[in-house]
Structures are given as structure tokens and as C-alpha cells.
């Protein structure tokens, strides 16, 4: 796996960026552990999903590439894989939930991407994606059930690792398991001996909590969570990887969710959306296990609709 992250890393290179990583002696002082950020909120497309996308396109054959590829997505994913395809010259079918934010839905739109509406529910989603397919011959790509958009989220941890080697903790939000997956692969393979690998989850859609509970993959039985990137549900892909490589799974409530978005907008000056601060909420609540640590945590994006903000 070692060898796929590389590979993966240098053929994405040219389509991405690598993101810059912010520390703040506010936060680090309040919570007394050395902290590093990812800015993935700062990647093309506005979040890390284009590095999964855009190596997901570079893997088809060229019959594939002609009848162009489908997802769904509530939004990031939807905009990276827009994106991606724009790049390629590649047409993308997008089936977003009807209340997806309008922010994201406009940048579909704006990267070429041709919209589908559906209702927000993973059956609707799977059901409009099917009978788009079943009409164009389109290749589905799922946001974060597939490996090679796995190993692409996992080149933002690589590049983590290779500026800061001796991260002890890197904590990441969990939605559909892609990011966290990928990362922990990362971790494996270049994080020094006994690096963990923490996910945050609302506690409004907790499924990857009580999947690795039960050992099998478990339903969402609320999604009624700002955190609207985090929605989703884990794969027979992403939870194997997850329950072999991953520490824990901490959930956190709305308000938590809020109050650390607060913080990174008051202090690092920087936009996130809410799916963002998940993973720092995780640090201000369990603060105690991580005093004396070095953490890294990776902002996810920065993609907020700026009409619809949870505080004032």
C-alpha cells in the first residue's frame, strides 16, 4: 500500500495543491498540546475531495472517459469531481440532495457539472444514480467508497507526515470513511511508531461509532447535523480499513460543532465549514488525553454558505 500511496501522490500532483499547514498559540496554549493544521480548506475545489477525484478520473480507460461518470454527493465531493472532469474534458453527472447548500450546488454548476436532484436519503441518491447510469453508460465513482479515492485523500496525511514526521495523534472528521481510511493508511505506512489515528463524528449521524462498536457496518439513524459533509455512511471499502487502523471514534454534539468553528474562524482567521471543525471539537472535549501531544488535524474545507452561518 506504501508504494499505491506514492504512486498515487505523484499523479496527482499537477491537478492539486499542497496545502499549507497553520498552527495558533491561542488554541495550542488553551488546550496544551503542540497543534498543526492541514488546510485542506484552501485545495482546489474549496476541500481534500479533489485529490480522491481527480485520481479517480486519471484511472479510467478512455471508453470510460467518453461516457463521461456519475456520483452523488451532498456537495464537496460533487464540486471535486466537477472539477476534475473539467480538467480532463471528461462529463460529470452530479445527484445532489435537494437541500444540499447552495454554495456548493452554484460551484457544481460553475465546473461543468450537470445537476440531479434527489431527496436526502442514501436510497434516493443510490436510486437517481442508477437510472442516470442505466441512460448514459456513465461510470459511478463513489465519494469515499472506492480505493482509488481512498488512497487520494490519503496523499494530504503524506504530505502531513513528510513536514511534520513526528506527529503523535492526527485526528480527522468521518463521514463516508474516505478521508479517515486514507489517512490511516498514510499513518501506517509513514507516521512514526505508535502514531493513532482519531475520527470526530456528530453525534446527529454516528455511524462509524457504532460500527466499530458492533463490528459491522451500521445506518445512520438521524443525519440532523450542521455538519452537512458528514452525512453519509461508511462502505464495505472504507470500514475494513477503518476498524484495522483506526484508534476511536469520538462523537460531538452541534453545539460543540459550532463553538469549535468559532474558534478557528475567531483566532486562525480562516474560513471552515462546519464538517471542518468536527475534528478540533474532538480535541477540545477530550483535551486531557491529548495534553503533552503533538496533533495534527486535518480541515476538510472551507466551502460555507455564507447566508446560512451558525453563529452570528
Known amino acids: 500500500m506504501k508504494q499505491e500511496l506514492m504512486a498515487c501522490h505523484e499523479r496527482i500532483k499537477p491537478y492539486i495543491h499542497n496545502t499549507p499547514i497553520m498552527e495558533s498559540g491561542h488554541i495550542e496554549n488553551f488546550l496544551g498540546s503542540d497543534l498543526y493544521f492541514k488546510c485542506e480548506n484552501f485545495q482546489r475545489a474549496g476541500a481534500f475531495k479533489m485529490r480522491g477525484a481527480i485520481n479517480s478520473v486519471l484511472q479510467l480507460s478512455d471508453e470510460q472517459r467518453e461516457k463521461g461518470v456519475i456520483t452523488h454527493s451532498s456537495g464537496n465531493f460533487a464540486q471535486a469531481l466537477a472539477l476534475a472532469c473539467r480538467y480532463l474534458n471528461v462529463k460529470c453527472y452530479v445527484v445532489m440532495p435537494h437541500d444540499a447548500p447552495a454554495v456548493k450546488r452554484n460551484a457544481v454548476m460553475v465546473y461543468g457539472g450537470d ?10 441518491r443510490e436510486r437517481v444514480s442508477k437510472q442516470i447510469m442505466d441512460e448514459t453508460g456513465a461510470t459511478f465513482i463513489h465519494p469515499s467508497n472506492d480505493m482509488n479515492v481512498i488512497l487520494g485523500q490519503g496523499t494530504a496525511a503524506m504530505e502531513f507526515l513528510e513536514d511534520h514526521p513526528d506527529l503523535d495523534v492526527i485526528i480527522t472528521p468521518v463521514g463516508g470513511g474516505g478521508l479517515i481510511a486514507g489517512t490511516s493508511l498514510a499513518a501506517k505506512h509513514f507516521g512514526k511508531e505508535g502514531i493513532v489515528v ?30 452537512d459533509g458528514l452525512r453519509t455512511q461508511l462502505g464495505d471499502i472504507t470500514f475494513p480499513i477503518i476498524k484495522d487502523n483506526v484508534e476511536s471514534i469520538v462523537r460531538v454534539r452541534e453545539n460543540e460543532i459550532i463553538s469549535a468553528m468559532r474558534v478557528i474562524w475567531e483566532r486562525m482567521k480562516i474560513i471552515v465549514e462546519p464538517s471542518s471543525a468536527v475534528a478540533l471539537a474532538v480535541l477540545i472535549k477530550e483535551r486531557p488525553q491529548f495534553s503533552g501531544k503533538k496533533v495534527g488535524i486535518i480541515l476538510t474545507g472551507g466551502n460555507v454558505d455564507l447566508d446560512n452561518l451558525p453563529f452570528d
Open 198 to 227: 482519531i475520527g470526530g463524528e456528530p453525534l446527529e449521524a454516528d455511524d462509524a461509532f457504532r460500527s466499530l462498536a458492533s463490528g459491522h457496518i451500521e445506518g445512520n439513524l438521524t443525519i440532523n447535523t450542521i455538519a
Open 115 to 124: 445537476i440531479h436532484e434527489c431527496s436526502p436519503t442514501m436510497e434516493s
